[in-house]
């Protein structure tokens, strides 16, 4: 899933969701039409990301289960020798060096040179003749191999699923040890002509299949990860693909439907402005997001009662204080008629469905919102001091620092369509209305704003992005569409946590 690519863990895990061949998926003949978040990652990031390709690689070489192997052969003077390899396990496991590879052709290439591993088990043997002898010995084989790599990748259900039976691995070394070298080097030399082929063999098959099952098992976790962090209770955004992924030899890049599910209403996109040429290639990763998929989520948040910003106290006190005039100390004791901040309260309220328009000053948010200030009298229930409804036009800038997302209004204006004020219930007293226009614009939306960016934060966090390193993002927002760029470095302990876990 490309929306939480930072979430990833691991060469396979990463490049395996946001890329998928389109043999099993049927898109239309004009995809673009319905994708609604995009992601890109560059090769400098597929570069990064192969480091963690070793740990993945011992992982498999380390939970990989080798059967017995038995055989037998017919020997001049000896007869027929029998024997058998058992309790095989790996022991002082090393990678050399690993090389990732993006082809055209829908796969990633990865290659392992020098793995080296120490084999140890228990070899058997006996002659079947006149008289019948078996032996029991320790066995240690030093292996060098090279391990080459094809991820070739299939789209199930529209959702990825990756293919590694491309694998084949070249052994440049496989030496067989007899306890210490002990016994004599005919015995030796036998045993390792017998058995190097079926070794061989072996080793690719089972090595090769656990690999596979590492890449299975990471990909589903992923998904459910991906999944996970775009949903919140009833809204969900649905990742599933939109179209054929493309492998360039400088990119990989994957599109996504981006649809909001509310309560089992989808939302429909049909007239998507992406092109690839709005991406470009300078920085790791990159995140595309339309103007339909960000209108959705508000409209959702909105449906969903998620709108609603409570203010008291102190919150309440640097609202209503931010100058001191006497026009202020007039309104203010008109609003409150005395009372304390802490026995009021101010709720702020979208009254409309918000409307996002994406332009390159940034997003620009129109809505109608309520303002309601209740006061607590002595003796008497809350008293519903002042109310207002007012249409807000508010471009807001976002930006990602000290893992925070911080929305800075840069633009705003707002219209009162309706006020309603006990101290001045003829509405005659025009400095009120003035003072409460002002502090909107000055206190208010900010307030607002910087309120929706924590809450924003907090539900990424909950989600666990605050646990990767984001470089030097950027937000970018032009007409119709929203860029997301960023350099990443890769929290190598998620992945260790994650493959302990699970195998």
């Known amino acids: 899933m490309c929306w939480a690519g930072r979430m990833m863990l691991g060469t396979f895990s990463i490049l395996l969701v946001l890329v998928h061949a389109a043999a099993a998926c049927e898109f239309g003949p004009f995809p673009y039409r319905a994708t609604g978040i ?3 990652m560059t090769k400098p990031a597929a570069l990064l990301l192969n480091q963690e390709t070793a740990q993945v690689i011992q992982a498999a070489f380390r939970n990989a289960k080798f059967p017995n192997i038995t055989g037998e052969r017919s020997m001049r003077l000896l007869g027929r020798v029998s024997y ?6 790996v022991n002082d496991l090393s990678i050399e060096s690993s090389e990732v590879e993006l082809k055209e052709d829908n796969a990633i290439h990865i290659s392992i040179k020098n793995v080296t591993a120490l084999f140890k088990g228990t070899l058997t043997y006996g ?3 006149v008289l019948q002898l078996f032996h029991s010995i320790d066995f240690e084989i ?8 094809g991820i070739n990748l299939i789209c199930q259900k529209d959702q990825v699923a990756p293919d590694t039976s491309d694998c084949y691995l070249t052994f440049h070394k496989l030496t067989l040890h007899l306890q210490g070298d002990k016994q004599p080097g005919w015995l030796k030399q036998l045993f390792t002509d017998f058995i190097s082929f079926t070794l061989k063999l072996v080793l690719k098959r089972e090595v090769c299949k656990e690999i596979n099952d590492v890449a299975q098992t990471l990909t589903s976790f992923i998904l459910d990860l991906a999944a996970n962090f775009v949903r919140d209770k009833d809204i969900v955004v649905d990742i599933s693909l939109a179209s054929d992924s493309v492998i360039k030899a400088s990119y990989i890049e994957s599109h996504h439907k981006g649809l909001v599910l509310y309560k089992n209403n989808s939302s429909v996109l049909s007239d998507s402005v ?12 990159y995140f595309w997001l339309s103007e339909h998929s960000l209108s959705s989520l508000a409209a959702a948040a ?3 009662g998620r709108l609603v910003l409570n203010l008291r106290g102190e919150k309440l006190q640097e609202l209503f204080e931010m100058e001191d005039t006497e026009v202020q100390r007039k309104a203010v004791q008109m609003i409150f008629q005395g009372t304390s901040y802490n026995d009021s309260v101010a709720k702020v309220w979208s009254l409309t469905q918000p409307q996002i328009s994406l332009q390159p000053e940034g997003t620009v948010v129109r809505s109608l919102v309520a303002v309601e200030v209740r006061i607590h009298l002595a003796g008497e229930e809350p008293l519903v001091a ?3 409804e007012k249409e807000v036009t508010v471009t807001i800038q976002a930006t990602y620092a000290e893992k925070k997302l911080i929305l800075q209004p840069v633009d705003s204006s707002i219209e009162i369509k309706l006020f309603k004020c006990t101290a001045d219930p003829s509405g005659e007293d025009p400095s009120i209305q003035s003072f409460l226009q002002n502090m909107i614009l000055v206190a208010g939306i900010p307030e607002v704003t910087s309120s929706i960016g924590s809450a924003l934060t907090l539900l990424m966090n909950s989600k666990r992005l605050d646990l990767f390193d984001i470089i030097n993002p950027e937000i970018i927002t032009s007409k119709g569409y929203v860029v997301v760029q960023l350099d990443f470095g890769f929290p190598s302990h998620l992945l260790l946590h994650f493959l ?3 195998l």
């Open 500 to 502: 302990e876990k699970s």
């Open 84 to 89: 058998g390899l058992s309790n095989i396990q």
């Open 386 to 388: 002042l109310y207002m």
């Open 274 to 285: 992406f092109s690839p040429s709005l991406l470009t290639e300078s920085r790791m990763l």
């Open 127 to 129: 002659y079947a003749g």
């Open 38 to 40: 995009v992601c890109r």
């Open 302 to 304: 909105f449906l969903d």
């Open 142 to 149: 030093e292996s060098s191999i090279d391990l080459q790599l």
